[in-house]
């Protein structure tokens, strides 16, 4: 049995069963096949993809932040995509790399959630079992060759515990109170470890709001893949809080003097 | 139940001369031995309710649970067979998952409704397998607003907007027919759920029992959880004491 209605009822071959000994649905097709498409396929790329993300922990939870552009190579295709995804109550996932195996792994957590919510046990998934999950998955898609391309903050806050910690396509984890993934592992986080390292239990909201945007605006100037549209999640013990977009203030007026960065005038 | 024993009744693949399946009519028979259970679809919810009878001592409060969540914000109650409402529970998990799997969306309770129908319908078809020996209340709150089916045995399903299956169906369904259920809110309705499950149980006179209530409506987010425990025990105590003033 195929898809095509016209392969359908054909009528028999006599010249190959001409008692009719083959039920119709073991007859040999003869159909021309698509080798590609019949084959193994692996993502060896990514396609559309999201920049750096950073999180930093902070006295009440953890903070996140994430710019909304979702690149096509080096064109800003999409710019109004959100790349934090909360998790249950008191989880955040945070992707950069391919917005597709995003969206795939946002469905399968969804999935998992519900199947949690159904067991009806009265437990919940909290940030490290959320993280552990991922990373299991990760490992086992780069395992097949096949891995999901991407970079992850996952952030939360459960049982009056901060949780921070970073998953990658290959399965790599690790923890830490500040973490960046893509250009922001090299442009930010030396400035949050600076603001952050050894004050996690006294920074306030406002003061880690203003290193997340300060850090956000340094990558805006130095990543042509960022934009100056961006979203802050806290996790707390209140919950999951995720921004409406924010706008970066830039000031570009230094280029005024640069040969080759503006309109010249010779 | 003159033609029993003439053996049209040993398999759900065979009908007896006058047209009927006499397994179907057995599993009925399962359904109606068990405890009651009920439905309401109202305003703004939908209500569960459901009699379970004790049959042990020494079983842990809570244990055997006979409404279960099948999505977010789909919830379902059976009567008859407990091993049985687990197995059509766990198909109606996969259905909805399989739904949100494919469209990207939460199901509606009809499609739900319609899968389970047709899985409780191939269980009367084949004399290998015996037919489901529950029915089973689905209730939602979807796109569509409140939502309530039944599933019978033999795969049958209708909407209704207040169900009730098992021992006490009759007495369940007058009491329901008495209340406005489209101007009930659903806070509402879990009151009038424990009196209506209280009162069928004192008229069979059984032995033990536990009540169980679940709801979806504005309270609870749109989502299938049980009743709050604070309003759980209100309307527990409202029952008792209607059921002593109308003993007096």
Known sequence: MDHFPLNWGRPRNDGLDLYGTYPITQRPNHAPKDAFSAGIQHTQQPIVTGTSVLAIKFKDGIMMAADNLASYGSLARFRDIQRLHPVGAHTVIGASGDMSDFQYIQSILDELMIDEFAAHDGHTLGPAEVHNYLSELMYARRSKMDPLWNSLLVGGFKDGKRFLAFVDLLGTTYSASTLATGYGAHIAQPLLRRAVEGNEDTLTEDEARKIIQQSMQVLFYRDARSLDKYQIATITAAGVHISESLKLETSWSFAEGIRGYGAQTQ | ?248
């Open chain 2, 1 to 248: 139940m003159t033609s029993i024993g003439t053996g049209y009744d040993l398999s759900a693949s065979t009908y007896s001369p006058d047209g009927r399946i006499f397994q179907v009519e057995y599993a009925n028979k399962a359904v109606e031995n068990s405890g009651t259970a009920i439905g309401l679809k109202v305003k703004d919810g939908v209500v569960l309710a459901v009699e379970k009878l004790v049959h042990s001592k020494l079983l842990v409060p809570g244990a055997n649970r006979r409404i279960q969540t099948v999505d977010r914000h789909i919830g379902l109650a059976t009567a008859g067979l407990p091993a049985d409402g687990r197995t059509v529970a766990s198909r109606a998990r996969d259905e909805a998952a399989n739904h949100r799997d494919v469209y990207r969306s939460p199901p509606t309770l009809k499609t739900i409704a319609d899968r389970l129908g047709h899985f409780v319908q191939m269980y009367t078809l084949y004399s290998s397998v015996r037919p489901f020996g529950i029915s089973t209340i689905l209730g939602a709150v979807d796109k569509d607003g409140p939502a309530l089916y039944v599933i019978e045995p033999s795969g049958v399903f209708f909407g209704y907007h207040g169900a009730a299956v098992g021992k006490g169906r009759q007495l369940a369904k007058t009491e329901l027919e008495k209340l406005k259920l489209s101007e009930l809110t659903a806070r509402e309705a879990v009151m009038e759920a424990a009196r209506i499950i209280y009162l069928v149980h004192e008229d069979a006179k059984e032995k033990e029992f536990e009540l169980e209530m679940s709801w979806i409506g504005p309270e609870s987010n749109g989502q299938h959880v049980a009743v709050p425990k604070d309003l759980f025990d209100a309307a527990e105590a409202s029952a008792r004491e209607a059921l002593v003033s109308e003993l007096e």
